[in-house]
C-alpha cells in the first residue's frame, strides 16, 4: 500500500460520517409541522445539511484498497476532521437564519458537539427548531459520531476510530453489536426520561429537549433559569437520575440494564460518585448555603442537584451561583475537574484516572510501613472485571492529569487576559474543558472572540481527551514534512 495515498484514503471515512452528519442537522425539520410559523427556517438547515452530505457522498466515492488499515495517528486524524466539520457544518444554521456571527455560531454548535451546554443564545427569544437542534447536537455528540455510523454500517470501520472518539471498550464481541446495543440503551433511557418528565408536569417540548440534554450530560436547556424554572423536586430527581446514567460508562450501564447492582456498586467510579456525593453535598448545604436558602432542607435540596450537574459534567442549574461563596465555588471547580465516568457521555479527567492515582498514592504510602519482601500489586474494579494498577497505567494516568492542568493554566491565563476576574475565568474554562455547562455569566452574546476561541478548543480538547488532538496534530506534521521532502 502506497503511503502517500494515505491522506487521501483517510477522507472516505470522513466523506462516509458526513453523510450522518447532514442526516442530524436535517433532524430539527421535523417539528415545523407543530410550528408551521418557523417553516422559514427550514433552508437554514436544507442548504448545510445539503453541502455536508454531497461532500460526504463525493468523499465516499474514493476507492480504497481492501488491506488498508487506519494506524492510530491516521484514525485519530479522522476522527479530529469529522469533528470539526460537523461543528462547522452544523454552525451554518445560526448563521444562515441572522441569529449568530460565524464565531458565536461555531462557539454553541461545538458547545452541543462536546456536549458542554455553555451557550450565546437566548433561549427566551429563540425558536423551537434552534432549541431542538442543540438538543439533538448534544445528544448524538454525547453518543459520538464514529459509534452512530459503526451502529448503522458494520465492524469495517474498527476499533482503531472507535477508541479515538473515546470508547474505551466492546460491550460485545462484534464492534458494530456493541455500537447498536449502546444506542439501544440510551434511547430507552431516554424515552423514560421524557415520559417521567411529561408525567411530572413538565411540556412535551421542553421534556424531550431535557431528557436529550441530561442524558448526554449536555445541559442545554429550554429556560433560561434551567431546570430552576420548573420549581419541582421529581423533576429535579428525575434529572439527577438521568445525569448519572449519562456520566457512567457504558459497559457500567450494561450491567445495570441486565441487573447486575451488586457489580455495579463494586465498581471503583459507581463508589467514587457515592462517595462525592454524599461528602459533598451536605458539606456545600451546612457550610454555605445555609445561610443563603433559610433552612438546611431547601440547602440540601439545591446542593444536591447543583453537585451532581457539576460532577456529571452536566451543566443544569436549579439557582444562579453569583450569591456562593468561594469555598462552594472551589469545591465546584473540582468536581468539574474530575469529571464523570470514563467511556461515557462526561467530560473531566475522569473518575477512574482519579481513582487510579489516588489508589496508587495511597499504595505507596502504605508500602512504606510494609516488610519489604510482602507484595500486594494495587487494583480496582471495573466493569470488565479486576484490573491491575500497572507502572503504564499509572503513568498514562498521571501524565493525563499534568496535561489537563497545565491547558487550565494556559486558558485561564488568556482569560484573564480577556479582563476577567481570576474566580470567573477559573470557574469558566474549568466549565468549557470539562465540557460542563455551568456559568457564572461570563459567556455571553456579548463575550469577545478571543475567549469564545479559548473555550471552543477547551471544549474540543475535553470531549475528545486531548491525546487524540496530539496524536492528530504530529500525524498530520509527518506528513506535511514528508510531502516536504
Known amino acids: 500500500m502506497n503511503k502517500k495515498y494515505e491522506a487521501i484514503y483517510m477522507l472516505k471515512y470522513i466523506g462516509v460520517m458526513l453523510m450522518f452528519v447532514a442526516g442530524i442537522i436535517l433532524l430539527p425539520i421535523v417539528v415545523l409541522p407543530f410550528y408551521t410559523d418557523e417553516i422559514r427556517f427550514m433552508v437554514s438547515f436544507l442548504v448545510p445539511a445539503g453541502i455536508a452530505g454531497i461532500s460526504g457522498f463525493l468523499l465516499n466515492k474514493i476507492n480504497v484498497p481492501e488491506d488498508y488499515r487506519l494506524t492510530t495517528g491516521n ?20 448563521i444562515m437564519s441572522g441569529m449568530l456571527n460565524f464565531t458565536q455560531a461555531y462557539f454553541e454548535a461545538m458547545s452541543g458537539w462536546t456536549t458542554t451546554g455553555l451557550s450565546v443564545v437566548d433561549v427566551t427569544k429563540a ?6 437542534f442543540r438538543s439533538m447536537i448534544q445528544f448524538f455528540g454525547g453518543v459520538g459520531i464514529v459509534l452512530i455510523v459503526v451502529s448503522a454500517l458494520s465492524e469495517s470501520f474498527g476499533m482503531t476510530l472507535f477508541s479515538s472518539e473515546g470508547h474505551n471498550n466492546k460491550l460485545l464481541p462484534n464492534l458494530a453489536k456493541t455500537a447498536r446495543l449502546i444506542i439501544k440503551i440510551y434511547s430507552g433511557y431516554f424515552v423514560a426520561g421524557t415520559l417521567l418528565y411529561v408525567i411530572f408536569g413538565m411540556p412535551i417540548f421542553d421534556a424531550v429537549n431535557h431528557s ?18 420548573y420549581e419541582s423536586f421529581a423533576i429535579e ?14 459497559y457500567a450501564n450494561m450491567l445495570l440494564v441486565k441487573g447486575k447492582f451488586r457489580e455495579f456498586f463494586k465498581l471503583g467510579e459507581s463508589r467514587l460518585v457515592l462517595f ?27 446542593s444536591l442537584f447543583n453537585v451532581v450537574s457539576a460532577l456529571t459534567t452536566t451543566g443544569f442549574s436549579t439557582v444562579s451561583y453569583n450569591d456562593w461563596p468561594d469555598f462552594s465555588y472551589l469545591v465546584m471547580i473540582v468536581l468539574m475537574i474530575i469529571g464523570g465516568g470514563i467511556g461515557s457521555t462526561a467530560g473531566g479527567i ?19 510501613f510494609m516488610p ?4 500486594n500489586k494495587p487494583v480496582i474494579y471495573k466493569a470488565e472485571g479486576k484490573a491491575l494498577i500497572t507502572p503504564d497505567v499509572y503513568n498514562e494516568s498521571s501524565n493525563y492529569v499534568l496535561i489537563y492542568i497545565a491547558i487550565l493554566i494556559v486558558g485561564i491565563s488568556i482569560l484573564t487576559l480577556c479582563g476577567y476576574a481570576l474566580k470567573e475565568a477559573l470557574f469558566e474554562f474549568a466549565s468549557a474543558l470539562g465540557t460542563v455547562g455551568l456559568s457564572i455569566g461570563v459567556t455571553s452574546i456579548n463575550t469577545p472572540p478571543v475567549a469564545l476561541w479559548t473555550m471552543i478548543f477547551g471544549m474540543l480538547l475535553g470531549r475528545l481527551e486531548i491525546f487524540v488532538i496530539f496524536y492528530a496534530i504530529i500525524n498530520i506534521t509527518k506528513k506535511i514534512l514528508r510531502l516536504k521532502i
Open 350 to 368: 475522569k473518575l477512574e484516572r482519579f481513582y487510579i492515582i489516588s489508589k496508587q498514592i495511597s499504595w505507596s504510602i502504605r508500602r512504606k
Open 237 to 250: 430527581l428525575v434529572t439527577i437520575i438521568l445525569m448519572i446514567l449519562g456520566s457512567t460508562n457504558f
Open 127 to 132: 425558536p423551537k427548531i434552534f432549541l431542538i
Open 372 to 375: 519489604e519482601r510482602m507484595v
Open 75 to 94: 484514525a485519530a486524524t479522522v476522527v479530529v476532521g469529522i469533528w470539526i466539520l460537523a461543528t462547522f457544518f452544523s454552525s451554518l444554521p445560526f
Open 276 to 302: 462525592f456525593t454524599a461528602a459533598v453535598v451536605p458539606l456545600i448545604a451546612f457550610v454555605s448555603l445555609s445561610v443563603l436558602y433559610g433552612n438546611f432542607a431547601d440547602s440540601l435540596r439545591i
Open 212 to 229: 436529550m440534554a441530561a442524558l448526554s450530560t449536555g445541559g442545554f436547556s429550554t429556560k433560561a433559569s434551567s431546570i430552576g424554572a
